[in-house]
């Protein structure tokens, strides 16, 4: 078992940044591949980000590629999500997300992570 908590969620002015961050507990967590999804009002959950068990593997949906950078911290079993550039479409509730399968990397399916964030709201004012 894998539990999940994000923070850092608000409001940012088009333009502006917000940094989010997820603890993670329960598991080893050099083991578990990190992830944040997003979900916007009457929209599927949506891949934004993931990295890679060690860091070193990053990727990104092509809307927040070079906006968004994602790293995580495996001292403090933390993973942060830094938002720049923010845009009124960013506006979502973002779930930050982990699997522990061995066979996978960094999915962008919804269904290829087990464990879940209960999510953190991020408001952008045009």
């Known amino acids: 078992q894998v539990q999940l908590v994000e923070s850092g969620g608000g409001l940012a002015q088009a333009g502006g940044s917000l940094r989010l961050s997820c603890a993670a507990s329960g598991r080893a967590f050099s083991n578990i591949v990190m992830a944040w999804f997003r979900q916007a009002p009457g929209k599927e959950r949506e891949f934004v980000t993931g990295v890679s068990r060690s860091g070193e593997t990053t990727r990104y949906a092509e809307s927040v590629k070079g906006r968004f950078t994602i790293s995580r911290d495996n001292a403090k079993n933390t993973v942060s999500l830094q938002m720049d550039s923010l845009k009124p479409e960013d506006a979502a509730v973002y779930y930050c997300?982990?699997?522990?399968?061995?066979?996978?990397?960094?999915?962008?399916?919804?269904?290829?992570?087990?464990?879940w964030g209960q999510g953190t709201q991020v408001t952008v004012s045009s």
């Open positions: 997300a982990a699997h522990a399968y061995l066979h996978l990397g960094i999915g962008r399916a919804v269904d290829d992570y087990l464990y």
